[in-house]
């Protein structure tokens, strides 16, 4: 893109400025309709699994459910509690959302369509994922009421707790595919098993850690049956419940952004991301976009985490943390190991 604003007469820094941009608002823009359009679908998953109808008023089939109540708290009062830190009150889903937002830069939705294609790809999205726990602990501490501030506290166990985990996790992918970069991550996937299927997660070795992934990405987006930040019946709304209007809804915004990013990287790191699921020419596999295998493997991931929340009860926190602890820390622990080890063996010991 920055070569085509430069044939246009512009200088190189003009160009690269102008790309970035171009980049940025080609990534946020379709995300925030994704976002509107996936919260309609959960209620819809939901409501399906209940027997119910869902949204279905407004616009056909309620398809403009989301944009109604974006505007409902659009147009409400922005109101802040007396006792409550202004300035770290507003700022807190502003960190929130803006977190969610900055890890979509090295997440690559093609062969070469990727705003940052760096070399450290997978230790950003880890870095950078992780500031997204300060936006929930700095608002249940500005608000100067007890239920956030329990919520927050809560928050900060869980998302250490599964973040140790997950990075064991990601080392297992690390070392089989040999690269922190994304990109290279999917590449290494094609014809993975076989030569026939693309995707870490068809291997036996490595299907585990795609599960406790799945059920950790879970946990760090607080969706049930790990929403004990948000338990309402305990906490009312948590870290969320002295906000209202827009700085409400930048929390919203920020975990469906969230929720979308981490059935991204699930696809992306264990199921082949913009590959198609074989590898084989004599079907048109290769003729879809990319960009739509991904969807299409997003759009799977994210029923399975309405399917979970519509159907699953949650957990005490006591399970919560022993869950975490007790059994996905030793179990990628022990993966890691095994890996290692297999690769130790067969990889690196043949070319010894």
């Known amino acids: 893109m920055t070569a085509t604003f430069q044939h246009w007469g512009l200088t190189y820094e003009w160009s690269w400025f102008i790309a970035t941009i171009a980049g940025i608002l080609l990534i946020a823009l379709p995300l925030m309709l994704a976002v509107a359009m996936i919260i309609y679908a959960d209620r819809k998953i939901w409501a399906a699994i209940a027997l119910r109808r869902g949204p279905n008023v407004v616009g056909p089939w309620g398809l403009l459910q989301s944009f109604a109540d974006g505007l409902k708290v659009f147009l409400k009062e922005t109101i802040i509690p007396t006792s409550a830190n202004k300035g770290l009150f507003l700022i807190a889903p502003i960190v929130t959302f803006t977190t969610a937002l900055i890890v979509w830069a090295v997440i690559p939705f093609d062969a070469g ?168 020419d004599l079907i048109p596999w290769f003729d879809i976009p990319g960009i739509v295998w991904l969807f299409i493997k997003m759009s799977v991931f994210f029923f399975i985490f309405s399917w979970v929340k519509a159907t699953v009860p949650r957990y005490r926190y006591d399970q919560l943390m022993r869950l975490g602890w007790k059994i996905f820390l030793p179990l990628s622990l022990i993966f890691v190991v095994i890996v290692s080890g297999w690769l130790m063996l067969t990889r690196y010991g043949a070319a010894a």
């Open 113 to 280: 369509v990727v705003l940052a294609d760096v070399n450290v790809g997978l230790l950003y999205v880890l870095a950078a994922s992780s500031l997204g726990v300060y936006g929930v602990i700095v608002a249940g501490w500005a608000s100067n009421s007890k239920y956030p501030f329990f919520s927050a506290l809560r928050a900060a166990a869980q998302m250490v707790s599964y973040e140790v985990s997950i990075g064991f996790v990601l080392i297992t992918v690390v070392l089989w595919s040999g690269t922190f970069n994304l990109s290279s991550i999917v590449l290494q996937q094609q014809g993975h098993v076989l030569g026939l299927l693309n995707g870490f997660g068809f291997n036996p070795l490595l299907f585990p850690m795609a599960v406790v992934f799945l059920i950790s990405s879970m946990a760090e987006t607080f969706r049930t049956p790990f929403d004990l930040v948000e338990a309402e019946s305990e906490l009312v709304a948590g870290h969320q419940t002295e906000y209202s209007s827009m700085s409400f809804a930048l929390f919203w915004l920020g975990e469906y952004g969230n929720v979308i990013l981490m059935c991204v990287l699930n696809a992306t790191l264990f199921w082949g991301g913009w590959l198609p699921p074989l590898n084989i």
